[in-house]
């Protein structure tokens, strides 16, 4: 039976793992230790699972104390490289949220240790395990549409969805590296995985348009705005017992609550980012977000040598049911619809599935749906490359800021 600590106890690390670890797979799993900078809010943490899991104030006194096998990385992105590293120093594999991390010092120190020591970290791209997108891996696997030249992707969040981030940690850059790393590593990283290739070069442009100073409500919380009467963005949390126990009683800590206000003007992320990829192979992406979108879903077109695939995954209230669609188009010019059903459980039926396989430690892997440490630089690695493209006016190589890969 594998020992199991998790660095990071918010809401992310108490559904996706510890309530899993502690009633679904207590079998091949035991979890022997929680930390979190906020010690309060890691003793909820562990009220909440219902066992008596011991919450350590130092993270070296869990490695030392406790002694896992394996760490579970949950914190706010820009801290990912601190437990990362530490763990694998001490001789922990780890499992990580993703991105795997917010910079380019920071990945490449990653790497540098995973090798020195042997150790391994996996990066937790549950989109890899939605049933949805996994049938479309087996249609591109099949060679259907032939070389791949061309992708388009927009992804769009409303403004419910795409709000959130501005109510959390998520909207300050030096925690998250902004949505282009934060969110869209999920989406490179699909897109990697589907066509089986690496990106190289990346230019981008963006903006932060919608949400921060970009309207005269500004507060700080939600809960004790002055705005609220006029503001559309106004949530009442107080009215939510999990966000008041888990977070607003515990904010003498660290001053943190999830219901932070959308326009204030520290939000200093792009709510409007188009990014452009080449890949080694040859093939180019262009990629768009908006974050705040009168709908939420996305559109993924696949153009091939031999024809082109048409993804669309749509949902928001003109819509009487959410729409889903797959449409291949062969060498004939034939269109043909694809039905592909939808995955049950949270993040399209993604995350039971990756868990059963983390948990479980299964190693047949015939769709290449477990990511290592190369796929997950490869991922933050072009949210990376966003950024500094942005900073510095340039496109940006990818061998240039993953100096510890070979990459040609």
Request: aromatic share 12%.
């Amino acid at each position: 039976m594998k020992k199991y600590a998790i660095a990071g106890t918010g809401n992310r690390g108490l559904y996706m793992y510890g309530k899993p670890l502690v009633s679904k797979y207590t079998d091949v799993a035991e979890l022997v230790g929680l930390y979190d900078i906020n010690t309060k809010r890691a003793k909820v943490f562990a009220e909440k699972l219902g066992r008596q899991i011991p919450v350590f104030e130092d993270f070296n006194d869990l490695l030392d104390v406790a002694k896992p096998d394996t760490i579970i990385v949950t914190t706010q992105d820009a801290f990912h490289h601190e437990y990362i590293i530490k763990s694998l120093q001490k001789g922990c594999d780890v499992i990580t949220e993703k991105p795997m991390t917010t910079d380019e010092f920071k990945c490449n120190e990653i790497l540098k240790t995973e090798r020195e020591t042997g150790k391994k970290v996996t990066v937790t791209f549950n989109c890899r395990f939605m049933p949805f997108l996994l049938e479309i891996k087996k249609l591109m696997m099949q060679d259907i549409i032939g070389d791949i030249t061309a992708v388009h992707f927009e992804w769009l969040l409303d403004q419910v969805h795409g709000a959130d981030y501005f109510r959390r940690w998520h909207s300050i850059k030096e925690c998250s590296g902004g949505l282009q790393i934060h969110k869209a590593t999920h989406h490179f990283d699909i897109i990697n995985w589907l066509i089986d290739d690496e990106p190289r070069i990346v230019n981008a442009f963006g903006s932060l348009r919608y949400y921060g100073s970009n309207n005269p409500f500004k507060g700080k919380f939600c809960f004790n705005c002055e705005h609220k009467e006029s503001c559309k963005f106004y949530i009442d949390k107080m009215k939510d017992d999990f966000f008041k126990e888990f977070y607003y009683n515990n904010m003498d800590m660290d001053g943190y609550a999830p219901n932070f206000c959308v326009y204030r003007k520290e939000i200093n992320i792009e709510d409007t980012l188009s990014v452009n990829v080449r890949y080694s192979k040859g093939a180019v992406m262009s990629y768009t977000l908006t974050a705040y979108s009168p709908y939420e879903g996305y559109k993924i077109n696949i153009s091939g040598t031999k024809g082109r695939l048409e993804i669309e995954n749509y949902a928001g209230k003109y819509l009487p049911e959410p729409f889903k669609q797959v449409r291949h188009f062969d060498e004939q010019h034939n269109m043909t619809i694809i039905e592909i059903e939808e995955g049950r459980g949270s993040h399209g039926g993604g995350d039971s599935v990756l868990l059963d396989v983390l948990f479980n430690e299964i190693t047949q892997d015939p769709y290449n749906q477990q990511a290592g440490s190369r796929a997950g630089a490869m991922s933050a690695g072009i949210g990376i490359a966003v950024n500094n493209s942005m900073k510095e006016e340039k496109q940006i190589k990818i061998k240039d800021i993953l100096w510890e890969l070979e990459v040609n």
